[in-house]
Every structure is written in structure tokens, then in C-alpha cells.
């Protein structure tokens, strides 16, 4: 007599054992001759940090990127670290950076993309005129 329980265990067992034979070539990367294998998707992007003039990280600014001459626009915010990331075209080109916060005079930045990479920069406010510094 055969025991419901290991015809119950060997059908699952069976299935997956399916399963991965099925799946093995997919996951070797093997592929059927002639067929090729989809290209990789090239990005370009604009990673940069914005810091007050203090030298601490500026949470919550805008930054305003355009490329050269005036073009595309794209407005970015920077996360809690100060940073943002905006992708761009992959084809080369300038843009100019802009980055505001209330209550300190703008920053500005050039940066090149060259193509299919990601830059960093760096990005500096500046006090706005007139103002005492905090310390």
C-alpha cells in the first residue's frame, strides 16, 4: 500500500525538480543559438551634494539644472543627506546647476556629462548679503 503523505511529498518534490530544469538554462544565462541577448540600458546622471555655508548638508533644496546653452530643464530636491540624483540624457552635454534654500543666496555649479556615466558634484550656498553669520 502506498502512504497518501510521501505520494503528496513526491509530487511536490517532482514539481519543483520541474521547475528548476525548466528554469536552469534561464538562470545559466544559456540561450538558444541565434538568439541574442537584450542590451544593457545605458543612463547618464547628475549626483551631487549641496552644503550651506557652514559646511553642513542642506536637506530639502532645489536644485534647478539646465543644460548649455539654455535647453531641458529638471528640478531636483536633495534627501536628508543633502543629496540628489537627476538622470539625464546619455548623450554628452553641459548643464549649469542651481541650488536654493530659503534664507541663504544660491549656489551655483557647471558640470559636463560626457555620456553613458554618473557625475558628482559639489555645490556650496552662500550667504545672502547682509546677514550675520549664526555662531
Known amino acids: 500500500m502506498i502512504h497518501p503523505r ?3 511529498l513526491f509530487g ?3 514539481g519543483i525538480l ?3 530544469l525548466i528554469l536552469l538554462p534561464t538562470l545559466l544565462g544559456w540561450r538558444e543559438p541565434g538568439r541574442s541577448r537584450p542590451k544593457a540600458k545605458q543612463i547618464a546622471a547628475i549626483h551631487g551634494v549641496v552644503f ?3 559646511g553642513m ?3 530639502g533644496a532645489r536644485v534647478s539644472i539646465r543644460t548649455m546653452p539654455k535647453g531641458k530643464h529638471w528640478t531636483a530636491y536633495t534627501d536628508q543627506a543633502g543629496d540628489f540624483l537627476q538622470p ?3 548623450k554628452p552635454a553641459k548643464y549649469r546647476l542651481r541650488a536654493t534654500v530659503h534664507g541663504f543666496a544660491p ?3 557647471e558640470v559636463s556629462v560626457p555620456g553613458p556615466v554618473i557625475v558628482d558634484i ?3 550656498l552662500h550667504k545672502k548679503p547682509g546677514t550675520k553669520s549664526r555662531r
Request: net charge neutral; hydrophobic share 55%; glycine share 4%.
Open 57 to 59: 548638508l542642506a536637506p
Open 18 to 20: 520541474a521547475a528548476a
Open 88 to 90: 539625464v540624457p546619455v
Open 6 to 8: 510521501r505520494n503528496l
Open 107 to 109: 549656489g551655483e555649479a
Open 122 to 124: 559639489f555645490v556650496h
Open 52 to 54: 550651506l555655508p557652514d
Open 12 to 14: 511536490r518534490q517532482a
